[in-house]
């Protein structure tokens, strides 16, 4: 018999489409297990102000196709003060829940390892997060859709780039991962890709597309990762122009990569981690999180994706490259 009788579940951190699966899964994996599943309201700033409510299997019918989460979210700084976990353990004991999912990225994974470490109360995590950051797993859920609607974004400038002969910026968020801008760059034949963290190498850039041009590419991308300061576009469009007088469009894609309805990997791949954070609960589990690693969707230890991770592999760069002269 589990120990296991009231799991709250909370999202955490920048919203991903794919949230509402791993809800859904998980709420209705408790109810079949005859176990109490409360949702904490906006992440762990709702924990704090104790904004929790009983989850039904209904109360998550007709979510599944939806972008965003139905429990809200946010950035909760205040949850790595050790005096805002105390309070949290205390309104986690006021409602007698025993047990905390946590979907979210790597910030919202510290706190919840912090958080186990000193209330005892078991955590399970749920990589959830559009830049594919995390340390130890392979995906993280709305990753694949981002790219979805990026890349769909990206093919539809094109469109216009080549009926107008121009040169374009995009750029793509995923803080400082380069998962996004990566694959963004392979799926619609950017003619160059800028990492974060990577200093700009114009002479390159510039060569590249002048190499395209004479043989007689009538359009240019240029995929910009948008690293710790989004907007950093703007600069590499007044270099570009100033020091090699190459005149390039810009277009931002910002929070349109967020939102949306989960492709069929995230909606699949969400159930799945939604279904294994409860059982692991029941389990006996106490600090664990679901990750995906060759192929299969498991359980690590929540120590295992505390680190953020850049995700540049260098042979999608040359990939990029290859395809792209
Ligand atoms: O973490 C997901 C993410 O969308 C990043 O790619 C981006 O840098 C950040 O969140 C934006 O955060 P906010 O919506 O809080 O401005």
Redesign the pocket.
Known sequence: MSKIKNIGILTS??DSPGMNCAIRSAVRTALFNKINIFGIYRGYSGLLANEIKPLTASSVGNIIQRGGTILQSS?CPEFFEAKSRKMAKEIMDLNKLDGLIVIG?DGSFNGAHLFNIESGIPVIGIPG???NDISNTEYTIGFDTALSTAIEAVDKIRDTASSHARTFIIEV???NSSGIATHVGVCTGAENIVLPGVETDYDQIVSDINRGISRGKNSSILIVA?GTV?GRSYEIQKNLKEKYNLKAHLCILG?IQ?GGSPSPIDRFRASVMGNMAVKALIEGKTSHATIYKDGQIALTELTNCLEKKNDAKPEILDLAKTLSI
Do not use: K, L, Q, V
């Open positions: 951190g920048g950035r990225g997060t559009i830049d968020m995923g803080r948008e989004p929070h967020r």
